[in-house]
T-cell receptor, first 106, second 114 residues
């Protein structure tokens, strides 16, 4: 079957770095995507890793290790506006994890 | 470029009724996917359409159906509504395959079944 596991909640301090992990189990793999969703808003695309390694986009980076069936989203220089839910997703059609709620505190 | 538009934004229906939700994708996007979002369950895949053909279907009962028109606009229909169908229904469009072409989501239709 297919499944993704990610922590349900993470709390971090403004200005710090936080890592949100995602492990997956699937028979067919087409890369790992990350989406952000603020309360009351629509999910928005953050990044996509098709191959192993690190992809960097500003303060956000995403990492994938296909041999370990594992990826993570790294958020640096945390800001209050980063408080949101973060979802990893994979496969086709796109299957989402249950999301990690990130709370950034002062 | 206009984003993904979903109508209506809110709906209140009674058990046993049926409902139709509408989605207009970003111009040029041919893939439209539908998701159900409930607290604690995340986003659950309903179906995906590409060029008027259902390309993939999630694990939902047959009461949930959809279609896509030649202009890529899509509708989903839920018949014989149940209380458990109360959720946020999200539509997303992409240029091609959603796994490597970012999904662009609409703001959703919040359905409440009483």
């Amino acid at each position: 079957g297919q499944s993704l596991e990610q922590p349900s909640e993470v709390t971090a301090v403004e200005g710090a770095i936080v890592q949100i992990n995602c492990t997956y189990q699937t028979s067919g793999f087409y890369g790992l995507s990350w989406y952000q969703q603020h309360d009351g808003g629509a999910p928005t695309f953050l990044s996509y890793n098709a191959l192993d390694g690190l992809e960097e986009t500003g303060r956000f980076s995403s990492f994938l290790s296909r041999s370990d069936s594992y990826g993570y989203l790294l958020l640096q220089e945390l800001q209050m506006k980063d408080s949101a839910s973060y979802f990893c997703a994979y496969s086709t059609p796109l299957v989402f994890g249950k999301g990690t709620r990130l709370s950034v505190i002062a | 470029k206009a984003g993904v538009t979903q109508t209506p934004r809110y709906l209140i229906k009674t058990r046993g009724q049926q409902v139709t939700l509408s989605c207009s994708p970003i111009s040029g996007h041919r893939s439209v996917s539908w998701y159900q979002q409930t607290p604690g369950q995340g986003l659950q895949f309903l179906f995906e359409y590409f060029s008027e053909t259902q390309r993939n279907k999630g694990n939902f009962p047959g009461r949930f159906s959809g279609r896509q028109f030649s202009n890529s606009r899509s509708e989903m229909n839920v018949s014989t509504l149940e209380l458990g169908d109360s959720a946020l229904y999200l539509c997303a469009s992409s240029l091609s395959h959603p796994y490597n072409s970012p999904l662009h989501f609409g703001n959703g239709t919040r359905l409440t079944v009483t």
